[in-house]
């Protein structure tokens, strides 16, 4: 008699960091019109009255971010007879986006299935 029953697993890790970061900068009322002189130094840092609204003509920024996640999973699946299936799988997360006294989720799910 041929075994009707079959088992297989997988188990893995996962890590990844991300950094970014930005600048930008704008500045409007450019003293010259000629493209050779429209650099950020040369334009109008003052705010000026237009109709009774105020417009800054000078805007710097930026930013930066930083996150992390490492993760750990697993899945297991048995099959009696090609006609009976289970699957359980469990993964766990840790992030630096999770709040400081709760670092890890765990995210568990099963299924079940009959080929009639």
Not at 75 to 97: C, E, K
């Amino acid at each position: 008699m041929i075994d009707k029953k079959s088992l297989s697993e997988v188990v893995g890790s996962e890590f990844i960091t991300n950094y970014s970061s930005s600048i930008g900068a704008f500045r409007s009322r450019f003293e010259y019109i000629t493209t050779p002189f429209q650099y950020l130094d040369f334009g109008q840092t003052k705010v000026i009255d237009i109709g009774g609204v105020d417009h800054v003509t000078l805007w710097n920024g930026g930013g930066a971010s930083e996150w992390a996640l490492f993760s750990v999973f697993g899945s297991v699946n048995y099959n009696y007879d090609n006609r009976f299936f289970v699957t359980g799988s469990l993964r766990g997360d840790a992030s630096s986006r999770f709040a400081k006294n709760n670092q890890w989720g765990y995210f568990p799910s099963v299924s079940a299935g009959w080929r009639i």
